[in-house]
């Protein structure tokens, strides 16, 4: 498993891009088990991202 949260400015603020890959081994089994996986993970890390940015976004307002 490899992770990357990417930041870069931008006009208006920061963007954050999440990259990730999977790796498996054993066959059909590796490669049933990493896509069964990876769709749950992704999901949960688009999950949390955007809580994330509804904070964020909460706590800029009300500067």
Do not use: P
Not at 4 to 25: H, I, M, P, S
Not at 51 to 60: D, G, M, N, P, S
């Amino acid at each position: 498993m490899a992770e990357a949260f990417v930041l870069t400015e931008q006009a208006g603020g920061t963007r954050l891009v999440y990259e990730g890959e999977l790796g498996t081994d054993l066959w059909r089994a590796g490669a049933w088990w990493g896509t069964t996986v990876a769709g749950r993970w992704e999901a949960t890390v688009a999950a949390s991202l955007a809580a994330v940015k509804k904070e964020a976004e909460r706590r800029a307002a009300h500067r």
